[in-house]
């Protein structure tokens, strides 16, 4: 499962990760129906899904900022609102990436994936921050 945060809604990710992701693509608003959901809230809503991966450009309230489970992944995109139709392309390479291509070789860890294919992440039972490129 993808959930995607609601800054990324309207502008058709969803609909383009879809193309290639065989699991669901959703927004974190569907996750709570007719709520407003805080950023602090997230985890906890990942945390009952089944190894989530949550996408978001919001990279100053995720990024070495929220606590991260073996539950569920995170992936931010340190990117402006023009950049973001290259989300599902970056995305989809991480998801391809021979240490990544499962859901719990992803689950644990947040990354951040620049549009320059350098990717840093750090893991749940370890938060030394590793870098590598896609």
Do not use: H
């Not at 959930?3 to 992701?21: F, N, P, S, T």
């Not at 945390?47 to 990279?59: A, D, E, G, W």
């Not at 929220?66 to 989809?92: G, H, W, Y």
């Amino acid at each position: 499962m993808i959930v995607l945060d609601e800054q990324l809604l309207g502008r058709k990710i969803d609909e383009a990760i879809a193309k290639w992701y065989q699991g669901p693509v959703l927004f974190v608003t569907e996750l709570r129906l007719g709520t407003i959901i805080k950023d602090d809230v997230i985890p906890q809503l990942l945390r009952l899904q089944r190894n989530p991966t949550f996408v978001t450009i919001n990279v100053s309230d995720f990024w070495q900022k929220v606590t991260i489970d073996p539950r569920f992944s995170v992936v931010c995109f340190p990117i402006n609102d023009a950049e973001v139709p290259n989300i599902p392309i970056m995305l989809k390479q991480l998801f391809r990436a021979k240490r990544f291509r499962t859901k719990s070789q992803r689950s644990g860890r947040v990354f951040r994936v620049r549009l320059d294919g350098v990717v840093q992440f750090y893991e749940y039972d370890d938060e030394q921050l590793r870098e590598f490129i896609l």
